[in-house]
């Protein structure tokens, strides 16, 4: 059984920035790839970025290529999300996903753990 716990979350106004963390225990972290999801009001939980287990490899939505940057740290047992240049449309409640083996697609069927979710709302 893995363990998720984000932190992070807050309100910022549009243009400004955020990291999320999300710490991990339960399982060898290095075994895990990791994901960041996320659920705005009313709508369902997509895909943000996914990252591999050793850290040599990233996905991103297009939706925020080139403004969230997901990265992580096996020694602390934690997986960030930097987000920069925050829109209001990226309000939601993010969640940290975790899932055994190298496969570290966007579908969330393939996540096998979650954390409870941490809030993210940008004002305009």
């Known amino acids: 059984q893995v363990q998720l716990v984000e932190s992070g979350g807050g309100l910022v106004q549009a243009g400004g920035s955020l990291r999320l963390s999300c710490a991990a225990s339960?399982?060898?972290?290095?075994?895990?790839?990791m994901g960041w999801f996320r659920q705005a009001p009313g709508k369902g939980r997509e895909f943000v970025a996914s990252?591999?287990?050793?850290?040599?490899?990233?996905r991103y939505d297009d939706s925020v290529k080139g403004r969230f940057t997901i990265s992580r740290d096996n020694a602390k047992n934690t997986v960030y999300l930097q987000m920069n240049i925050l829109k209001p449309e990226d309000t939601a409640v993010y969640y940290c996903?975790?899932?055994?083996?190298?496969?570290?697609?966007?579908?969330?069927?393939?996540?096998?753990?979650w954390g409870q979710g941490t809030q993210v709302t940008v004002s305009s």
């Open positions: 339960g399982r060898t972290f290095s075994s895990l790839s």
């Open positions: 996903a975790a899932k055994e083996g190298l496969g570290y697609g966007p579908q969330e069927s393939l996540y096998d753990y």
């Open positions: 990252i591999r287990r050793s850290g040599s490899f990233t």
